[in-house]
């Protein structure tokens, strides 16, 4: 009787840390989820969704919160965005700051260039805020090989 006392217990306090673990979610499984929002923010031509994880300190190669903005909806109005997948993510957190790194695949189209499969790579940085992660720096690194300097390099592509 209390083996089974003991046995019981040890299944509900295993039970009970299962579900502790699973309820727990770690900053980088947060930040992860939130670019699978954004790339799908992207297949949905929502810009506002984007812009809504951008932080009101961003800044990154000369460009604030405000001009991010204006980039974000430049790009989608300007570019056909279909199927985008990220992978290879890397999440780095350091207290309230961290850096993702990922792979990128989509196909993308403009008025200008036909639908096509573009992969690039990009690296974010984010701030820890009340409501949640917030982005404060973007930054292509590549699309298809060609290094890309900046959202501006990007949107001249």
């Known amino acids: ?13 295993g039970i009970g840390l299962i ?6 979610v770690t900053a980088r499984e947060r930040i992860r989820r939130t670019l699978t929002v954004l790339a799908s923010a992207v297949d949905n ?3 506002e969704t984007i812009i809504r994880h951008i932080d009101a300190e961003y800044d990154q190669d000369g460009l604030n919160a405000e001009a991010a903005a204006a980039r974000i909806r430049q790009g989608l109005t300007r ?3 279909d199927d985008p997948i990220i992978y290879n993510v890397t999440i780095t957190v350091a207290n309230d700051t961290a850096e993702a790194t990922f792979l990128a695949a989509c196909r993308a189209g403009s008025s200008r260039h036909p639908m ?3 992969v ?10 009340p409501t949640g992660w917030t982005i404060v720096g ?6 298809n090989l ?4 900046s959202l501006d390099t990007l949107m001249r592509y």
């Not at 009787?1 to 306090?13: I, N, Y």
């Not at 973007?138 to 699309?143: F, I, T």
């Open 45 to 47: 031509d929502d810009p």
């Open 120 to 129: 690039s790579s990009w690296r974010t940085r984010w701030r820890r805020r």
């Open 138 to 143: 973007v930054k292509p690194v590549k699309v």
């Open 19 to 24: 579900f502790l673990q699973s309820a727990m």
């Open 1 to 13: 009787d209390r083996s089974r006392r003991v046995l019981l217990a040890s299944l509900a306090g």
């Open 116 to 118: 096509d499969s573009v």
């Open 146 to 149: 060609m290094d890309i300097s």
């Open 79 to 81: 570019w056909r965005i």
